[in-house]
């Protein structure tokens, strides 16, 4: 359960904060409405979503400037600027939810349909330190914001429900919140049910699931500063099947629970505990093709929170100072067992031997004005790591323990490991003079610490290329940036463009046992080690109002990743991509086309025998065209309807998942969907 000494430990906090910052206060910061859209940050409501998105992983990809992997219909992956996984800073609605599968299968977006969220905020690169330690590749930030209720006000909700073709998935989702100025009590519940879906050469892939969530949040609301807030949440995810892995996932569950209070003075404090039970197998959801059973039973909880107190002093400087803390758990074993057995209960490997993770962290975070067109901002953080694994010396299948792979491939046995990291980052941002734009300049530095898979993961297996052993010795990977970015507006016409360049030491690179000291030159075992690395790319996105109904963007990214101590491309890379899109706005209608164009990938590392093998290959470049409309009905009312990949073209996106699959590890790209039309209907009420 809920750490209580944390809890208590936050809670005792918040007085002396109040105390001690009073009488600085003029009021709580807030920035709203319209402004210019600023480089590398993007804020979509969720009611603009068109189509039904798979979770919130697949809604992201639709952002220009962000990809993600697939491994089957569920559990898509981001990508920001070429960074992923623990790179990104991903919270829901404030929590952290790290997923439960060794193997990813449930990244944190898998649990957070995007229908039961507000807003999702994406902030590329290293702009904050507020949300915790690394981040180096970005910031995602799913958000729940219920409004207060006016004198007089006493219900709102909103119901809906989706069908795609092809998958033929059904979505229904309700949201209702009744209470008065005082408070209220919100319910949120999403369901999904996806079949395979065909790609555009009509070949069917493995990529069914069914998900469900429900989600009750009571809210105490005095005034419109103040509140406090608790939340349940609980996800399902059942029969999820993966082509692109040797298993499929009969359950993930997810529970996370919320306590979020913030105050008329500038003080919040969020607090949270998730929890994820994850089972995949290779047997119950397909039939037995490998020579044995094997089950992997899995559990993650991570408790934490963030206590932080915002200041406007009065020469117009803005103060944030914080304290966060997050806790991880992650335990997962591998059983195997003969075709006939009906559970496999033999232990084979100890996946993550109950690993514990805990980063405590202080921030500050301050912009001032300068000369009032011009903007400086920084922030800096320091946060105390320390890592152990509990089940290092147990033993599985002929003996074998966790600190037998360690030191086989790392040559020593693991120990509690800690780091005192400090990052932070420095922007300037200049104003344009009459004309409405800035251009800025920052600087950055961010810490992350390796996570359970990376530091701790031991699957044995006897073939040494079906062996993953994570690194218990690994540095922290330190990035560090230089962004230079524009942002200008005229009357019709926005753009936006940013070059960045990042220096990492001590990059955490899942390569293959061969370049290891004292490691047989044919032993190709999953392995991790710190190399230099370095990555550079831009991204620019304008938008064009052409006339008074039509409007036109465009996007363009690139992100070009080396490992300088071997001279290799960084695996997992995204090629050059673009979109277009061209809309038309009439009061009550919308029709859009949307046009995603992605060159080839050929910087790749497809060979295990000399790099780490985890690209699937060079990547020839696609095109897909989706279009989409929009029509109220009435002020209640909304259909929307649209059709993806109207060209039904057969395509994959360079990025893939490792398959670690013990009896087939070769990296598989996974086809999207072919053509599929989708419809989806809302109703709001007051
Ligand atoms: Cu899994």
């Known amino acids: 359960m809920i750490n209580r000494s944390l809890i208590l430990a936050l809670l005792a906090i918040t007085p002396i904060t109040l105390l001690a910052e009073e009488p600085s206060i003029l009021a709580p910061v807030t920035v709203e409405g319209d402004y210019l859209p600023e480089p590398g940050v993007s804020q979509q409501e969720t009611e603009e979503i068109m189509g ?41 609605d404030g929590a952290y939810v790290h997923g439960g599968c060794p193997n990813r299968m449930d990244p944190p977006t898998s649990y957070s349909p995007v229908e039961t969220y507000d807003s999702v905020k994406v902030i590329k690169g290293s702009q904050t330190v507020r949300y915790g330690g690394g981040g180096s590749g970005g910031t995602v930030l799913l958000e729940r914001k219920t409004p207060r209720f006016n004198e007089g006000q006493y219900f709102r909700g909103k ?45 069917e892939t493995r990529s069914a699931y069914t998900t469900q969530t429900g989600n009750l ?44 209070y913030k105050n008329e003075w500038g003080t919040q404090a969020e607090l949270y505990y998730s929890e994820v039970d994850h089972l995949m197998d290779n047997y119950s959801l397909r039939p037995l093709t490998a020579p044995m059973k094997m089950r992997v039973p899995s559990k993650s909880k991570t408790q934490g929170g963030r206590i932080s107190h915002d200041l406007l002093m009065e020469n117009e400087m803005e103060w944030t100072l914080g304290l966060d803390y997050q806790h ?14 009906s559970n496999p209960s033999k232990l084979q490997s100890i996946m993550w031997p109950d690993v514990d993770l805990t980063q405590t962290g202080i921030f500050a975070e301050m912009q001032m004005p300068v000369r009032d067109v011009n903007l400086f901002k920084v922030g800096l ?9 509990n089940r290092i010396a147990q033993g599985a299948m002929g003996g074998m323990t966790p600190n037998h792979l360690y030191q086989k491939y790392y040559g020593k046995p693991a120990d509690a490991h800690d780091e005192n990291n400090i990052g932070g980052f420095m922007r300037y941002e200049h104003g344009l003079g009459d004309e409405d734009g800035f251009v800025f300049a920052s600087l950055s530095r961010s810490v992350r610490t390796a996570d359970a898979t990376e530091r701790f ?6 073939v040494p290329a079906q062996r993953w052993v994570g690194n218990p010795d690994l540095a922290p990977e330190q990035h560090h940036q230089l962004e230079l970015g524009i942002a200008w507006q005229q009357d019709r016409w926005d753009s936006n463009a940013s070059v960045y360049y990042n220096q990492v030491t001590d990059y955490i690179l899942r390569d293959r046992a061969h370049a290891q000291d004292g490691i047989w030159q044919n032993d190709n075992a999953t392995i991790y080690r710190n190399v230099e690395a370095e990555l550079y790319g831009f991204e620019w996105a304008t938008r064009i109002q052409l006339d008074k109904y039509f409007s036109s963007s465009f996007s363009l990214d690139y992100v070009h990743a080396t490992n300088t101590s071997d001279d290799r491309h960084i695996a997992q890379t995204p090629p050059l991509s673009s979109t277009i899109n061209l809309e038309y706005q009439y009061a009550w209608f919308r029709l859009g086309g949307n046009l995603l164009i992605s060159a080839q990938q050929t910087r790749v590392d ?37 059709v993806n990949n109207l060209l039904d ?38």
Do not use: C
């Open 381 to 389: 953080r320091y946060d105390r790591v320390t890592s152990e694994a």
């Open 649 to 686: 073209r057969t395509y994959a996106y360079h990025v893939n998942r490792a398959n670690v699959d013990p009896f087939n590890p070769e990296p598989i790209q996974v086809n999207e969907p072919g053509r599929a039309y989708w419809l989806n209907l809302s109703f709001t009420f007051e």
């Open 217 to 260: 949040i009571l809210g105490y609301t005095p005034n419109d500063k103040t509140r406090l807030e608790v939340g349940l949440e609980a996800n399902r995810s059942d029969d999820v099947l993966y082509s692109g892995a040797g298993m499929d996932s009969p359950l993930s569950d997810n529970d996370t629970i919320r306590v979020k």
């Open 457 to 462: 993961l031991a699957a044995n297996n006897t």
């Open 52 to 92: 039904t998105p798979v979770d919130a992983g697949d809604f992201l990809r639709s952002i220009p400037g962000v990809s993600g992997t697939r491994m089957g219909g569920h559990g898509i992956d981001p990508i920001i600027r070429g960074q992923s996984q623990n790179q990104l800073n991903i919270l829901l």
């Open 606 to 642: 497809d060979n295990m025998r000399t790099g780490s093998g985890l690209d699937a290959e060079k990547t020839q470049g696609f095109n897909v065209l989706d279009l989409y409309s929009h029509l109220d009905i009435n002020k209640q009312t909304a259909i929307k309807l649209g």
């Open 328 to 341: 991880n758990n992650r335990d997962a074993n591998r059983f195997v067992g003969m075709p006939s057995v």
């Open 159 to 203: 119901m809906g429900g989706g069908y795609t073709t092809n998958s033929d998935t059904k979505q229904l989702f309700g949201d209702v919140t009744a209470g008065n100025t005082q408070g209220f009590v919100r319910g949120l519940i999403e369901y999904q049910d996806a079949d395979n879906y065909k790609d555009a050469s009509d070949h």
